[in-house]
C-alpha cells in the first residue's frame, strides 16, 4: 500500500498541473451558468431539460477525464521511460498497475466533486433546495462506474501502444454500452439462433455500465435508490474492475521492456 | 604472456559460487525475506558477488513469420564485487543492454540465471539496494526536483525522518540544490541526467546500475558525473555501468568486461589488461571485438 500511494498521488498532481481538467471544468461551468442563469417562468419541464444537459455534460466529462488520463499513463511512462527507474525499484507490477489505477480513479473521484459540487451550488440557488443523499448517491454510483472504465482503459493501454488508439476504442466501447447495453436483451429475442445467444452472452458478459446513470434521480428529484441497490451495484462495479485489473496483470506481469 | 590467460579468470570463494552452501537460494528465502534480510552480505575473508550472472542466454523472438529468432546474450556469465566500478563494454547491439534489463526484472532471460545480492531478479526485493539510471530518461515534468526525489523515496518506504534530510544530500551531491524548486521541464539535458543520478541515489544504494550515465553530455557535465561516480567509489559503492567513452571508463573502472554479439570476450582489471596488451583501453576494445582498419 505504501508504495501504490505514491504512484497514485503523482497522477493526481499531473492532472491538476495540466490543462486537460480545467478546461472541461471552465467548458461545464461556462455551460451550466449560461443555461442556469436563463429566466424560464420556473416552467418544470424546461427546468428539467437544462438539468439534464448540465448532467449530460458533467457525464461526458467526467468519462472524457477517466478515458484520457488513463490512456496515457503506461504508454507515456513508456515513451519518456521513466517506468524503467520505477519498476527498477522495489515496486511489483501488480503495485504499479494497482497504483496507476488508483490515481486515475481518484482524479475521477475528485473532478466528480468539483462536477457535482458547481451543480449542486446553482440547483440550490435556483430551486432553494438541495437534496444531499440523492447528489450523494448519483455521485458515488457514476464514481463507481467510472472505476470500471479506468480498469478498462488501463487494460486497453497494455493492448494497444498507443494511447489515441487506446482512447478512441475505449470511447467507441463505453458509449456503445451506455446506449445500447440496455436494449441488447431485446435485440436478442429479435434473432434467430445462433445469433440470439451470441448476442445474449454478450449482454450477460458486458458490464452494464448504464445501470449507474441515475441522472433521474436529481433531474426530477426522485425518491433515494435503496442503499441494498447501491451496495450490490458497488459490488458488481468492483467485480468488473478487479477483473479487467486482472486480465492487465497477466498480459503485463511478464511483457518485456525494451530500453 | 597470453593476453586470454585473463579472461574470467576472477576471485571466487567457495560460498559465492555456492548459494545452497550460504542459504541465499531465492526460493528458500523468498516468502520470508525483509527489506534488512536483503543488506549485502557481510563476511570476514569471503567476497561474496553482488551481481552473478550465469550461462545467460536471452532470444528475441521474431515477431515476422519464418523468421529466425535473435539471440541478443549467449551464455553470459559473470560476477561483480562489493566495492567494485565495473564496466560493461561493448558496440552497440553487443547485449549490454539486454543484460542490464535482466538484472532490472524488464527482461525474461530464455534461460540462465541473474541475482543481485544471491537474491533472483525476478524478486522485486532483489531491488532493494540498488539504483539505477537509464539513459536518456525525460522525468516527470510536472514534478521539481524535491516532489520527483519524495516520490522516489516513498517508493523504497523511506521514513520522512529519513527522507527529507536525504534529498538535501543528493540534491547537494550532484549540484542542483539551488534549482530544487523548479519544474523538470525547465532543466537542461545535464541537470536532467543528473536528476536521474539523484534519484537512482536516493535510497543509498550500495549497487549502482548506469546505463550510459555520460550520454549526449558536453565535457562539463560528462566530468561532474564522473566526479559523482568517483565519489561514490570512495564510499565503497558497487557501481556497474555501460559506456562508449572508453577515456572515462579507462579513469573510473576497476575491472571491465566486454561483450561481442552477447558473448563474454574479455573480462579483467584495467590495469592488467593495458599491461598485459601494451595498448590502451581502445586499442584492446577495437582488438578484442574484431575490428579491421580498412587502408584508404
Given amino acids: 500500500m505504501n508504495a501504490i500511494l505514491p504512484l497514485s498521488q503523482v497522477v493526481l498532481k ?23 442563469s436563463a429566466n424560464f417562468f420556473n416552467e418544470d419541464r424546461i427546468v428539467a431539460y437544462i438539468k439534464d444537459l448540465s448532467l449530460l455534460l458533467i457525464w461526458v466529462a467526467a468519462l472524457v477525464i477517466a478515458i484520457v488520463t488513463t490512456a496515457r499513463q503506461i504508454p507515456a511512462e513508456r515513451e519518456s521511460r521513466t517506468i524503467f527507474p520505477l519498476l527498477a525499484k522495489p515496486l511489483t507490477r501488480w503495485q504499479f498497475l494497482l497504483g496507476k489505477f488508483a490515481g486515475c480513479w481518484f482524479t475521477c473521484g475528485l473532478a466528480l466533486v468539483v462536477f457535482y459540487f458547481f451543480f449542486a451550488v446553482i440547483c440550490g440557488t435556483r430551486e432553494h433546495q438541495m437534496p444531499l443523499l440523492q447528489y450523494l448517491q448519483a455521485l458515488w454510483l457514476q464514481w463507481m462506474m467510472l472505476g470500471v472504465v479506468v480498469a ?45 445467444s451470441l448476442v445474449y452472452t454478450l449482454y450477460f458478459l458486458i458490464p452494464h455500465l448504464e445501470w449507474y446513470d441515475v441522472r433521474d434521480l436529481l433531474i426530477y428529484n426522485q425518491p433515494l435508490i435503496a442503499w441494498l441497490d447501491v451496495g450490490l451495484a458497488t459490488l458488481y462495479a468492483a467485480a468488473y474492475a478487479l477483473f479487467f485489473l486482472f486480465a492487465t496483470w497477466l498480459l503485463f506481469r511478464r511483457k518485456s521492456l525494451s530500453l | 604472456m597470453n593476453p586470454a590467460s585473463s579472461i574470467t579468470q576472477l576471485p571466487l570463494t567457495a560460498a559465492a559460487l555456492s548459494p545452497q552452501m550460504t542459504g541465499n537460494r531465492p526460493e528458500d528465502r523468498r516468502l520470508s525475506m525483509s527489506a534488512e534480510e536483503t543488506k549485502p552480505p557481510v563476511t570476514e575473508g569471503t567476497r561474496v558477488p553482488v551481481i552473478r550472472i550465469s550461462n545467460l542466454v536471452v532470444e528475441y523472438r521474431s515477431k515476422a513469420l519464418g523468421q529466425a529468432s535473435h539471440r541478443a546474450v549467449n551464455g553470459l556469465s559473470l560476477e561483480v564485487h562489493p566495492g567494485e566500478v565495473f564496466g560493461l563494454l561493448g558496440p552497440n547491439g553487443a547485449g549490454k543492454t539486454t543484460t542490464m534489463q535482466v538484472l532490472l526484472g524488464f527482461q525474461q532471460p530464455t534461460s540462465g540465471t541473474a541475482c543481485l545480492y544471491g537474491v533472483d531478479v525476478q524478486e522485486p526485493i532483489a531491488r532493494q539496494h540498488i539504483g539505477y539510471l537509464p539513459e536518456l530518461t525525460y522525468y516527470y515534468k510536472f514534478l521539481n526536483a524535491e516532489e520527483l526525489l519524495r516520490f522516489y523515496g516513498r517508493i523504497f518506504k523511506l521514513p520522512k525522518a529519513v527522507l527529507e534530510p536525504r534529498i538535501d544530500e543528493v540534491l547537494k551531491l550532484v549540484e542542483l540544490e539551488a534549482v530544487r524548486k523548479r519544474l523538470i521541464k525547465t532543466y537542461s539535458k545535464g541537470m536532467q541526467q543528473r536528476i536521474g543520478l539523484a534519484q537512482a541515489l536516493i535510497n543509498d544504494p550500495d549497487l549502482l546500475i548506469l546505463d550510459e550515465p555520460t550520454s549526449g553530455l558536453d565535457p562539463l557535465g560528462r566530468m561532474k558525473v564522473r566526479e559523482i561516480i568517483q565519489r561514490l567509489k ?20 576497476d575491472r571491465i568486461a566486454i561483450i561481442n554479439r552477447g558473448e563474454l570476450k574479455l573480462v579483467g582489471r584495467v590495469h592488467d589488461l593495458v599491461k ?8 584492446i576494445f577495437l582488438r578484442i571485438i574484431g575490428y579491421q582498419a580498412q587502408s584508404v
Fill in chain 1, 14 to 36: 499531473e492532472m491538476y498541473r495540466r490543462k486537460d481538467f480545467y478546461v472541461l471544468f471552465v467548458l461545464t461551468v461556462v455551460l451550466t451558468l449560461a443555461a442556469g
Fill in chain 2, 276 to 283: 598485459e596488451y601494451h595498448m590502451d583501453l581502445e586499442r
Fill in chain 2, 234 to 253: 570512495s564510499q565503497g559503492k558497487t557501481v556497474l555501468f555501460s559506456s562508449h567513452e572508453l577515456g572515462e571508463v579507462e579513469t573510473v573502472c
Fill in chain 1, 152 to 196: 478498462l482503459v488501463l487494460l486497453g493501454s497494455i493492448l494497444f501502444s498507443a494511447p489515441s488508439a487506446n482512447a478512441t476504442i475505449s470511447l467507441v466501447v463505453v458509449f456503445g454500452i451506455l446506449l445500447l447495453g440496455r436494449h441488447l436483451g431485446k435485440v436478442a429475442l429479435q434473432q434467430e439462433e445462433p445469433a440470439r
